[in-house]
C-alpha cells in the first residue's frame, strides 16, 4: 500500500480518515515497511468495516493484516448494540474460534533433541491430521449438545483433560450463551467424526524450544526460561464451526434488506445485534466457540498421552489458550465511559493488559499471554498484553506473522521436498499428509513475524516475552 | 482449447474461438486461493468450478467410482454458485470424498447435480488443504464474449 494514502500519527499508526460511508476512521498498527507490503486490498477493507452501522472508535487493524473476506485478516472492530451496532458473520470468519494453545513441559531442549525423530513420528501417528482424517471420538446427538455447551470443560468431564486447565482458556473453556438449538444438522454432521482432530492448511501442532527471552519478570511468571521445551496447537472448530459460518453469511445476506443495512461488500453480511438473526447467529457462534474450546483441549490431552510415553514424569501444564476468529461481549472504555461492546477479532488475539479481572490470579499483575504462531522455519513469539491494548485497539493484538505471498504464488515458487529437506538441516522435522501443503504454507510465503511483533509491541498492543524456535511440525 | 492450469495465474480470455472453451483455474488470494470455471452455459462454468475445487485439495487422479445426486436453490445465479460451491464442500467433508465428474443442470436459480467421486486416500491423493467454505468475495458469475465464468474465493 501507498503511505502517502494514510494520515500518520507516529511511527505505527496509520489512519484513514472517515469520508464517505464511513462512520469512523480506519486505524492500522504497523511500521512503514509492514504497511508497504500490504495488499491494496487491506485498505479497502479496513474502510469498509468501518461503514457498518454501530461500529464504536475505529475499523482497527493488526500488523500481520492481509486481504480477508469483509473483513481483513487482523481486522478489530467493536458493535454498540443500543446504536444499531451488528454482529457479522464474515467477521467472525468460516473457522470460529480458530485458536492457539501452548502448553509448559518442564523439558529442556536437549530432552527432545534425544527422541526427536521418534517423538516427531509418534506425534504424526497418533494427532490426525490433515484432510479426510477422522477423530477417535465419535458424537452422538446428546454429546454433541453437552460439548456445544460445555467447550473445554466437557471434554475434561469425558477424561480429554485436566481440571487446572480451565482457568488458562479464555472463558474458563467455556463460553456462556451458547444455543445448541441454532446449530444445524447440516453442521453437527461435519462434526460428527471430527473431534480431536488438528485440520490443514495452516493448522499445526509444534514442539518448540524457547530461544530468546525478553522479558525475565514476565516469562518467569509464565513459567518460561531459555531452553525450555513448549507444545504449541493451531487449530479451530473444524467442520462445525465452517458450516456455521457458511449457512448465517448467506442468511445474514439474505437478510440484509429487510434490515435497510447498504452493504458495500456481500462478505460484509451481517444482522443487527438486537434481532432475531442477530441473536440466532451469536448462539450457534458460541457454541462453535465451544467446539474449538473442546478440540483444542482434546488435542492438548493426546499431546500429553505422547509425552507421558517419552517422558514418564512429564508434566505438560497449560500456560494459555486463545482465540482468534470470535465476537464477545466485553466491557470497554470509550470516551470515559464504560459500554459492552460486541467485539470482533477477525484474525486478531484478545490482549488483555495487567490487572484484568478475566485473568487467574498467577497472571493477573503482568497481562494475558499473546501466542504468536509464526511460520515452519521462522518460529513464534509468546508476548503479553500491554496496559495501552485497552485504548489502542480494545484489547486486541496480532495473530501470526500473515501471509506475504498467496499459496498459489507460494506452490509456484518451493516445492515441499525441498522445503522439509532444508529444515531438516536446521534441526526441524516437519510431517505431512502432503507435500503440496508443505510448500503452500513455506516458510518465507509468511511475512517476517519479527518485524510484525515489533510492531505489535512499538504500538502499544502487546510487549514480547520469548521468541519460540520449532523442533517438530505437524501439519495437517 | 483446455484451460486446466494448475497454479496458473489469472487467465484473461481475448481469443475469439473462446467462446467454445471449457477450463478452470485458480487466482490468487492472500491466504486461500480462488476458484473459476468457463463454459458455454452457467451450468458447464458450475462443472469447471468444481474440477477448480478438488485441485484445491489434490492434483492427484481422482476415480468417478461413486454418485451422489445434490440440489441448491438461490434466489440469483451468484448466490446459486456459493450455494454449489459450499454443497460440495459439505459432501467432501460428510463422505471424506473427493469428486472428479460433475453432471450440473440449471433451470432458474435451481440446480441439480450429479458428482462422481472417491472415498479420499491419504497416501495417494495427499491432500494440500481443506476448503472450508466458498466465500462472496470476488464473487462473479458472467457471460463475456458468449462465454459463461463463475468464480469466488474459497476459505481454505
Not at chain 1, 438473526?277 to 474450546?293: D, K
Not at chain 1, 506473522?401 to 504464488?409: I, K, P
Not at chain 2, 458447464?44 to 478438488?54: D, G, K, N, P, Y
Request: charged residues 20%; hydrophobic residues 40%.
Amino acid at each position: 500500500m501507498d503511505t502517502n494514502r494514510f494520515t500518520r500519527v507516529d511511527a505505527t499508526t496509520w489512519r484513514i480518515e472517515p469520508r464517505g460511508a464511513m462512520r469512523v476512521p480506519a486505524i492500522i498498527y504497523a511500521d512503514a515497511k509492514l504497511i508497504r507490503d500490504m495488499d491494496d486490498k487491506v485498505y479497502e477493507q479496513a474502510a469498509n468495516v468501518a461503514t457498518l452501522p454501530g461500529i464504536v472508535q475505529a475499523s482497527y487493524v493488526m500488523p500481520d493484516a492481509h486481504w480477508g473476506y469483509g473483513f481483513p485478516i487482523g481486522g478489530v472492530a467493536a458493535f454498540d448494540p443500543d446504536q444499531g451496532g451488528v454482529v457479522s458473520a464474515g467477521g467472525v470468519g468460516f473457522d470460529i474460534s480458530c485458536g492457539v494453545r501452548t502448553m509448559l513441559t518442564g523439558l529442556k531442549i536437549s530432552h527432545v533433541l534425544a527422541v526427536q525423530k521418534s517423538l516427531a513420528d509418534s506425534l504424526f501417528r497418533q494427532i490426525p491430521a490433515g484432510v479426510g482424517s477422522t477423530g477417535a471420538i465419535t458424537l452422538d446427538e446428546i454429546d454433541t449438545d453437552a460439548m456445544l455447551v460445555g467447550g473445554a470443560y466437557w471434554a475434561i468431564e469425558h477424561g480429554w483433560g485436566e481440571a487446572r486447565d480451565l482457568e488458562r482458556i479464555e472463558e474458563a473453556g467455556k463460553m456462556a450463551g451458547a444455543k445448541p438449538a441454532y446449530v444445524s444438522d447440516r453442521a453437527r454432521e461435519r462434526q460428527r467424526r471430527e473431534m480431536g482432530t488438528l485440520g490443514s492448511g495452516n493448522h499445526y501442532l509444534e514442539v518448540q524450544g524457547i530461544g530468546e527471552i525478553f522479558d525475565a519478570e514476565v516469562a518467569e511468571a509464565f513459567g518460561l526460561s531459555t531452553d525450555d521445551i513448549v507444545v504449541t496447537i493451531h487449530c479451530g472448530s473444524r467442520g462445525l464451526g465452517h458450516q456455521i459460518g457458511t449457512e448465517f453469511l448467506k442468511e445474514m445476506l439474505l437478510a440484509g434488506n429487510a434490515f435497510g443495512i447498504d452493504l458495500i461488500d456481500r462478505e460484509l453480511a451481517c444482522a443487527p445485534i438486537n434481532s432475531e438473526v442477530g441473536q440466532r447467529y451469536l448462539g450457534a457462534m458460541r457454541a462453535g466457540i465451544n467446539c474449538a474450546l473442546a478440540n483444542r483441549e482434546i488435542l492438548g490431552h493426546y499431546a500429553r498421552r505422547i509425552f507421558a510415553h517419552y517422558f514418564p514424569n512429564c508434566d505438560l501444564r497449560l500456560l494459555f489458550d486463545v482465540s482468534h476468529n470470535t465476537c464477545k461481549i466485553e466491557s470497554h472504555a470509550v470516551q470515559g465511559k464504560q459500554r459492552e461492546l460486541f467485539v470482533h477479532r477477525k484474525g486478531a488475539t484478545r490482549a488483555f493488559g495487567p490487572g484484568h479481572a478475566s485473568l487467574p490470579d498467577a497472571l493477573r499483575p503482568f497481562g494475558q499471554p499473546v501466542l504468536i504462531g509464526g511460520s515452519m522455519g521462522t518460529g513464534s513469539y509468546i508476548l503479553v498484553g500491554a496496559p495501552t491494548a485497552e485504548t489502542k485497539a480494545f484489547a486486541s493484538a496480532c495473530h501470526g506473522a500473515g501471509r506475504a505471498l498467496s499459496r498459489h504464488a507460494a506452490l509456484k515458487q518451493w516445492s515441499g521436498r525441498k522445503v522439509v529437506d532444508d529444515l531438516a538441516e536446521r534441526g526441524i522435522i516437519i510431517k505431512s499428509p502432503s507435500l503440496r501443503g508443505v510448500a503452500e504454507e513455506a516458510p518465507d510465503a509468511y511475512k517476517d513475524v519479527t518485524a510484525v511483533v515489533n510492531a505489535a509491541e512499538q504500538a502499544g498492543l502487546a510487549r514480547r516475552v520469548a521468541r519460540l524456535r520449532p523442533l517438530i511440525c505437524i501439519k495437517g | 482449447m483446455i484451460l486446466q492450469q494448475h497454479g496458473a495465474e489469472r487467465h484473461d480470455i481475448k481469443d475469439p474461438r473462446a467462446v467454445s472453451c471449457t477450463g478452470w483455474e485458480h487466482f490468487p488470494h492472500d491466504a486461500d486461493v480462488g476458484v473459476r470455471g468457463f463454459g458455454t452455459s452457467p451450468a458447464e462454468a458450475f462443472e469447471q468450478a468444481a474440477l477448480a475445487l478438488t485441485a484445491v485439495v489434490t492434483h492427484a487422479e481422482v476415480r468417478p467410482l461413486i454418485a451422489v445426486q445434490v440440489t441448491c436453490d438461490a434466489p440469483d445465479l451468484e448466490l446459486l454458485f456459493v450455494d454449489w460451491l459450499n454443497t460440495l464442500i459439505y459432501e467432501m467433508a460428510v463422505r471424506r470424498m473427493l469428486f472428479a465428474r460433475f453432471d450440473v443442470k440449471i433451470e432458474g436459480t435451481r440446480l441439480e447435480a450429479t458428482l462422481w467421486g472417491e472415498t479420499i486416500d491419504v497416501a495417494r491423493h495427499a491432500p494440500a488443504c481443506e476448503p472450508k467454505g466458498a466465500t462472496y468475495t470476488a464473487l462473479r458469475v458472467a457471460q463475456t464474449e458468449g462465454l459463461w465464468s463463475a468464480g469466488c474465493v474459497v476459505d481454505v
